[in-house]
């Protein structure tokens, strides 16, 4: 049923081209306007902020309509076919595969137009799959939150901040000793623990919230 649900989520979002194609020429035309600004003359302190920058703008238009689009006739036959629990993992699932792709094609072009400044990419890309899976669920979670406020994308945002900021502060933390070259006996692990515990928690209380919004 999970990978059914999923496959329908997939469907559903690669029939409607104009959302993929809008949120790609976003990327890309951000990081180009970027390069032409900056002329690839940025320091390494600017290239992940604005590398994480980019990445964030871009979960939120992604994931946080996750759930905002499940309404009225819809969001009915979701109740009455789907269990709440199967539900949250397959919407949770699905967010996160897409943002981790997403995620991947923005460095890409990042590195393309702007320059690579990673050091230690190993590091860098354990980063970026523990950041993109977190921020999918998060997002997620906060998605089904607003949408049962009449499927307010502003009460979205304002819900997602407060939760996203560790996450993001840890991120920046660990990816700047990617962008530095640190090796791996030189890593915090502790912070990667961190990423991988919120990532867990995040999880763990979209399990235990969501079937009481699924009554609603």
């Not at 469907?11 to 600004?37: D, H, M, N, P």
């Not at 669920?137 to 406020?149: E, G």
Request: charged residues 10%; aromatic residues 16%.
């Amino acid at each position: 049923m999970i990978l059914s649900l999923i496959k329908k989520e997939f469907l559903l979002e690669f029939r409607q081209k104009s959302t993929i194609g809008g949120v790609l020429v976003y990327v890309i035309g951000t990081i180009f306007v970027s390069a032409l600004c900056f002329k690839g003359r940025l320091d390494k302190p600017t290239w992940n902020a604005l590398f994480w920058v980019i990445t964030l703008y871009t979960s939120v238009t992604i994931s946080g309509k996750s759930f905002l689009k499940e309404t009225g006739g819809q969001a009915l036959y979701n109740y009455l076919h789907y269990s709440p629990t199967q539900f949250i993992i397959s919407k949770t699932i699905y967010n996160m595969v897409f943002m981790l792709a997403l995620s991947f094609i923005t460095f890409f072009f990042y590195a393309f137009f702007i320059k690579n400044e990673v050091e230690n990419l190993g590091l860098f890309f354990v980063v970026l799959t523990l950041a993109s899976t977190g921020l999918a669920a998060i997002l997620s979670l906060m998605s089904a939150i607003a949408s049962k406020a009449n499927g307010n994308f502003a009460i979205m945002s304002i819900l997602s901040f407060p939760v996203l900021m560790p996450l993001i502060l840890v991120v920046i933390r660990i990816s700047k000793q990617a962008v530095d070259g640190i090796e791996w006996a030189g890593v915090g692990f502790s912070f990667i623990g961190i990423l991988v515990a919120l990532n867990v928690l995040t999880i763990a209380l979209s399990f235990l919230l969501f079937p009481y919004l699924w009554r609603d």
